[in-house]
């Protein structure tokens, strides 16, 4: 089992990265937005790892931060999900959004991930909504639609002021948690992420 692998990002593939640690070259499966996340070729870097190994196949799966791994291991424990989907789903939503989605049980945000379906959403809903309610925080709390306290990182700092403004606007924490959660994407701006927000809440265009 290894906990990390750290050295030099020498290859980048479109499901692998190799890194080199010690002479030896560390073939691990790492999606595209994971790998922007960790690091430039050529850079040294730490790899957090897993080690999957079953009768047929054995492979290393990689993540940027041990966050993103906690949070993979997590879905591991859901019925009908492997590695693969369960590293898409840490790969394409930050542990935040991610739980922000399965606490308020969003199943429109969790079918955009390739090889989702509904019933497996309803399935990490189901097993991980009250686990993913003590995953570690790094900084805000905001409070969910059931009035629950959830916590995200300051990573996402574009939610935090996106529901602050909302709040002001006239809707409750609890909604404006919601209208932005679903509305999130990658690399979307505060503004844009407004506008989407109140869109979703209205079902009507803002111009």
């Not at 991610?98 to 945000?109: E, M, P, T």
């Not at 805000?140 to 909302?166: C, P």
Request: hydrophobic share 40%; glycine share 10%.
């Amino acid at each position: 089992m290894y906990a990390y692998i750290k050295g030099q990002l020498v290859q980048k593939r479109q499901e692998h990265i190799v890194v080199e640690a010690g002479g030896i070259g560390y073939l691990i499966y790492c999606l595209a937005p994971m790998q922007e996340r960790v690091g430039h070729l050529n850079d040294q870097v730490t790899i957090y790892t897993f080690h999957y190994v079953r009768e047929d196949t054995a492979a290393l799966y990689g993540f940027s931060a041990q966050e993103e791994l906690d949070l993979f291991l997590l879905l591991l424990q859901v019925s009908g999900i492997g590695p693969k989907v369960a590293s898409t789903m840490a790969s394409y939503l930050s542990p935040s959004v991610l739980s922000l989605a399965v606490i308020s049980g969003d199943i429109k945000k969790l079918t955009e991930i390739k090889g989702l379906g509904k019933k497996g959403a309803e399935r990490v809903i189901l097993e991980l909504k009250d686990k993913l309610k003590g995953f570690v925080p790094k900084d805000a709390i905001v409070s969910d639609g059931t009035d629950e306290a959830l916590s995200y990182s300051a990573d996402d700092a574009v939610m935090q002021e996106a529901i602050s403004a909302m709040i002001v606007l006239g809707y409750s924490q609890s909604e404006a948690v919601r209208w932005v959660a679903k509305s999130y994407q990658d690399g979307v701006g505060t503004e844009a992420l407004i506008r989407s927000a109140l869109r979703t809440a209205s079902g009507q265009y803002v111009g």
